[in-house]
């Protein structure tokens, strides 16, 4: 695999990820070029210095049960 198609998968992972939080359509586009998009040059919340710092409070994992909304 080549650098350009690892990112391009990595990316569709993330637009999978948004498009699956939100029930909304996510571009490669509206990631990469459209600056208008609310989703252009998303950067995550915490940081992985957060994460050392131990300040990032997770919220609890609660499973969920088959039929149940």
């Known amino acids: 695999m080549t650098p350009d ?7 569709a992972v993330i637009m999978g990820r ?4 939100t029930g909304e359509m996510v571009k490669f586009d509206d990631l990469l ?4 998009s609310p989703y252009y040059n ?13 300040t990032v409070k997770l919220p609890t994992e609660v499973p969920s049960i088959p039929g149940k909304a």
Do not use: M, Q
């Open 42 to 54: 998303l950067k995550a919340s915490v940081s992985p210095l957060d994460f050392e710092k131990g």
């Open 33 to 36: 070029k459209h600056e208008k």
């Open 5 to 11: 198609r690892i990112a391009e998968t990595n990316l």
């Open 18 to 21: 948004i498009s699956a939080y």
